[in-house]
């Protein structure tokens, strides 16, 4: 590059860097997408965050590089030292898989480099957003030719959508006068509801302890008693109640709250009724497993994350409503330098108003490029594949005995949660805090062996009165039963000597 | 795929995809980043959107694809439909151009599909977002070794950070009470300021009414004689102030606020100084040009989009904060099944619970490559390029006499705002109300035949008491004398007859 008197310049030709992605690609492909990712590769090489430092040339400087060598070595580097989420064994956090279509997909977009806000700069995809959205909401069951959809930078957001619509309209004077001066709103979410509902509320002004933890039962999910009483006691007490939001397969335990009694309760009092389906919402593609979120149709809102379940790439998260117009009203400010009036096509092709991003990437092709390729048909088989694996896996850890602890026998979801008891520990009394205490250290130490050794990932975490419990989560549908034998397996060998 | 059993798995195997995803990156090269932007090739083909719809296959159904020529079939016609936003006849937003190694870096990104939260699942782009934050903060002038940074979904994400961190620091409590009971918050931001200040103010429950939008200049410079009226003012009103922020850049005119004289104001009232360079931040690259930002180093917060000015692909946008601790105290939830702290690594190194986003893309990679290969001394070349071409556009409208007339005479970013007169309105008189109204309807009829004609895209708009006029916007550097000659040329070819 330092021998190119236009080496700054942001426009790719053929001359100068054909070669260069020609070769980032066959890296990409061998060592991201095939060879890195078979089950004989780490799925990590960890190092110390200052021992990465010191191995990674991660400097920033004045220079330019020599020549495009130096940037593929770098490239590899990327690669070699990050976690490869792909990979059959990474099973630690809500997303991972690395789908085909989905990838290619975003490398279209990538190079496409376009921006959904206004049909002008963005004609395909602001379309295919809405071809999205109708054929999302026909299987929610909502209206047909109606309704809205939103692309969201995550499921996080897509919730603080639907606080900011459910607030809009309970009071929709806020959007101009903002909330002080009014009664305090309150929100009501499970217990075991996603955090982003605190971090949204709190982002946007509601107040983190206007968010009601509901009760929730022994399977992790609401208790709907609980949640009439929170309600009528918060408005005895002088609140605003304006949001329930249900969720459809919690973060760590994967339970479905009951959306049916729920839509009873908002129906009561009036209430807009989301559902978050970040997590299990991908299940509504499976005749079998949709019935997890019966009365679904109820909500007026639903998150619905394509990249946790379905396994498209991040990110890819909707929010999806019933109303047509009211994400509109809520947010648009009308900008006139971008959403003008006298355009020659029709003006409510931009989208963007409705929005609080103004920029945003066009998330949308790899879903469809996915959905084009498999059918809904082949989303069916996914879901129905790895929820069969989950029921697998829990069967596994009962056939293994004293070793192995369910804490849900019957887990709705493919979020498998149990404890690791190794024998040292086998013979003790369970009812007491010490084996807890003892239990709640085992499963770090797991986890740093089979993080140093590179084996597997898979996360634990405590909750509310559990000690630290081990999370396997079956999400992309290359796992099959040989792997979930040696996620145990594996588990068993990190810590047999704790 | 109708014949692959397998078809559905969300896993790349050799066999089955090594040659479709070769045949992807191939229609990617020709169509999208080589001979689909060369300056013979249209920006646009343009259809209204019913009979787009009709000449895409955007449905979407149960079934598969029979096969991969299928989808290639699609993602052709994706590209051809497509607005070619690399295009050097692109210049219609404040993003263009299509940075060579920002895209290679997406793409693999992309086939990483990394998420940024934790150390554990993100080991190399948590330390080079390190890295990159660092070196920013370096650029803009804040002490060594200190501060904070944050990727944010598009700068209008960063500018609701900006609010958020100073209603934090004003009133900490809000965080956990809301804004409900506390004295109406007010914020200042030039009337020229991005419409993300008041998206994002309502959003995040401050109200659109209780954002300020005080005067500017006849350069759109905010005037800061009222900024500092404004704000005692309201302060005798009973509101609470706690942000100002200066645009560096403004969206339109590309003007730059005096952030040295507003940062005097800020500290005469306390107030939270946040610095809006989401467009103009690349300047600061140019030894040149930082200057239109003196006293850039006395914000507390910055916005800055490398994915603008610098031509980093979408989205890249950061937010820099002076403070090392305050986006951490006023959004961190501490989720326990995500940032437990019973780790076997620093748990400083888990930075996603300053973030208001759960999963979040690595859009670090890109710029950070781009640095590698361009260095500092890159982005200068880019941004002297690009701001000496707005100067010459400048002057080659002054060269062509009674058919154009500046808006601004001498802009200081690369934003160039004029009006076409087209021949049959040059004798009027330019002081009569007629004059304006029949100049208002001249761009929207220009733009629709450049597009109708895919010759190039530039945008108009109103803004305050000027009617409708275009706006060119020199970004990419591959746009040379010679294109510029070719825009304003265009301009006059479809506007002549008007
Ligand atoms: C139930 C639930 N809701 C919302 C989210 C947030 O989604 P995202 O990470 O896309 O912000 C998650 C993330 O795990 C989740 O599990
Ligand atoms: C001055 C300014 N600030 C903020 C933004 C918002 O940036 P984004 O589109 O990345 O949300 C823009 C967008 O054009 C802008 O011009």
């Known amino acids: 590059l330092t021998e190119n008197p236009k080496y700054y310049k942001t426009y790719p030709e053929r001359e100068v860097h054909e070669k260069f992605f020609r070769d980032v690609f066959e890296i990409i492909l061998k060592d991201a997408l095939f060879e890195g990712i078979q089950r004989d590769q780490p799925v990590v090489r960890f190092e110390q965050p200052h021992d990465l430092w010191k191995i990674l040339n991660l400097k920033l400087g004045r220079d330019p590089a020599h020549n495009h060598d130096v940037l593929l070595d770098l490239v590899k580097d990327v690669i070699k030292y990050s976690v ?18 989905g990838v290619a997909a975003e490398w279209v977009a990538s190079a496409l480099n376009g921006s959904v806000y206004t049909y002008e700069v963005a004609p395909v995809f602001t379309l295919m957003e809405l071809e999205v ?24 957001l897509a919730n603080g959508y639907a606080i900011s619509v459910a607030r809009y309209k309970k009071r929709p004077e806020i959007k101009e006068l903002g909330l002080s001066g009014v009664k ?19 982002f946007q002004g509601i107040g983190l302890k206007n968010v009601v933890g509901v009760k929730v039962d022994s399977r992790g999910k609401m208790n709907v008693t609980e949640l009439d009483k929170e309600i009528q006691s918060s408005i005895d007490k002088g609140f605003d109640p304006f949001l329930v939001s249900a969720t459809a397969g919690t973060t760590v335990l994967g339970a479905f709250d009951p959306i049916d009694e729920i839509a009873e309760v908002c129906k009561k009092y ?33 998150t619905w994350n ?25 947010h648009a400010t009308r900008a006139t330098y971008l959403f ?30 996915m959905w ?11 879901i129905d594949h790895i929820f069969g694996l989950a029921k697998f896996c829990v ?16 887990p709705e979801c493919t979020n498998v949660v149990f404890w690791y008891i190794p024998p040292s520990l086998q013979d003790m009394n369970q009812s007491s805090p010490e084996f807890w205490d003892r239990i709640h250290k085992i499963a770090p130490k797991i986890k740093e062996r089979m993080m140093r050794q590179g084996t597997m990932m898979c996360t634990y975490q405590p909750l509310r009165q559990y000690q630290n419990f081990f999370r396997v989560v079956i999400q992309s549908s290359e796992v099959n039963e040989k792997d979930v034998t040696y996620f145990l397996d594996e588990i068993e060998k990190c810590g047999k000597d704790l």
Chains 1, 2 share one sequence.
């Open 340 to 369: 003008q009036q006298d355009k020659f096509y029709e003006a409510q092709f931009d989208t963007g108003d409705k929005h609080i991003q103004c920029g945003r990437r066009a998330d949308v092709l790899k879903f469809w490029l």
């Open 133 to 156: 959205f109708e054929r999302m909401r026909n299987i929610i069951g909502f209206p047909k030719n109606q309704g809205d959809g939103l692309f969201c930078p995550g499921g996080s």
């Open 306 to 330: 394509p990249h946790k379940l379905l396994c498209a790439p991040q990110q890819c998260s909707t929010f999806l409503l019933k109303d047509g117009t009211i994400a509109t009203d809520a």
């Open 184 to 202: 305090p709103m309150i929100m009501f979410v499970s217990e075991d509801a996603h955090y982003s509902f605190k971090k949204l509320a709190s």
């Open 395 to 410: 069967e596994e850890l009962r056939r293994r005995g004293p070793s192995f602890k369910l804490l849900l026998e019957d």
């Open 270 to 302: 009036g209430l807009w009724l989301h559902v978050d389906g970040a997590w299990g919402g991908g299940a509504l593609m499976s005749d079998t497993y949709r019935d997890l979120m019966k009365g679904i149709e109820k909500a007026d809102s639903v």
């Open 84 to 101: 490869k989420t792909g990979h059959p064994y990474f099973i630690n956090q809500l997303y991972s898989g690395i789908d085909p279509y």
């Open 372 to 382: 084009k390729a498999k059918g809904k048909d082949g989303f069916e088989a996914h």
